[in-house]
């Protein structure tokens, strides 16, 4: 991995798509996103970029973020739900493949969790998720733990036909043919007619569960606080910042910012 102030500003300039993960990502060392990070999102947002995040959090969190967060659409529950505006409404695409009956597939998951680690919790906020179901292994210090724990329960549910990720915090699970990856794919192609985004997008990620986006985009870049991860992963991203979590962002973003400004100064010979 490279640094990510080593990317050229050629490769900057191509960025038009910015998919960003959330927790870990955008957020600080205390869960929570910066003030500084939460600007830096109106300031991608202004200068054109369309902007993204993708993460495993709740349908009922996002139905309500679209509204207030300076981004186009927020994939959440692992791909299995977009929510984006359109002439200032509301509009959500749902995952074809998510089951119908997904309610009686959850307690199925649980059931299975469960009995491969009885100390596993539940995710706090599981209550608003509509397709997944998630459990906390890390979010929660009082129910931490390892990864290699939360990566035996995900095994388990896999192999009852499910699928899931370990994400920073959690362990994602659900039956369907959705994920981050596909589901970002499908959501470019349909909402903005893109069918190859590999060199107009970036996508800034913190763990295992980006694993996949950071294998597909040639232009992904990880947070500092993804070498703690590095070990459990097979395809890393181009770049890494040289800060953690959303101060790693403002870090790229503002790299990006800066080609781009500069572009547009030179081509209208402007004071840079």
């Not at 050629?10 to 960025?15: G, P, S, V």
């Not at 200068?47 to 927020?74: E, F, H, L, S």
């Not at 370990?166 to 470019?188: A, C, E, M, Q, R």
Request: overall charge negative; aromatic content about 12%.
């Amino acid at each position: 991995m490279k640094n990510i102030n080593e990317i050229t500003t050629e490769e900057a300039l191509k960025i038009k798509f910015i998919l960003t993960d959330i927790d870990g990502t955008l957020t600080n060392s205390e869960g929570r996103i910066a003030p500084e990070t939460y600007t830096m999102l109106w300031k991608l947002k202004k200068a054109g970029y369309t902007v993204i995040p993708v993460t495993g959090r709740t349908a009922g969190w996002a139905a309500v973020a679209i509204t207030d967060w300076p981004v186009d659409a927020i994939i959440v529950e692992s791909g299995s739900v977009v929510y984006y505006l359109e002439n200032g409404s509301r509009k959500e695409f749902v995952h074809p493949s998510v089951p119908k009956d997904r309610y009686a597939v959850h307690e199925k998951i649980k059931e299975t969790a469960l009995a491969k680690n009885p100390k596993i919790k539940v995710s706090i906020d599981q209550y608003s998720r509509f397709n997944d179901f998630a459990f906390n292994y890390a979010e929660d210090e009082d129910d931490k733990l390892t990864f290699d724990e939360a990566k035996e329960v995900l095994e388990a549910v896999k192999a009852i036909g499910a699928k899931g990720n370990i994400s920073s915090i959690h362990v994602n699970t659900w039956f369907g043919d959705y994920d981050k990856l596909p589901s970002s794919l499908l959501y470019l192609k349909e909402h903005y007619g893109i069918d190859d985004p590999k060199e107009c997008v970036i996508y800034f990620g913190d763990a295992a569960n980006d694993e996949e986006m950071f294998g597909y985009f040639p232009t992904a870049c990880g947070v500092a606080n993804l070498m703690k991860y590095v070990e459990h992963m097979e395809h890393l991203p181009a770049y890494i910042t040289t800060y953690e979590g959303g101060e790693g962002f403002c870090e790229a973003a503002e790299i990006l910012l800066t080609a781009k400004k500069n572009s547009i100064a030179e081509k209208y010979g402007l004071k840079k």
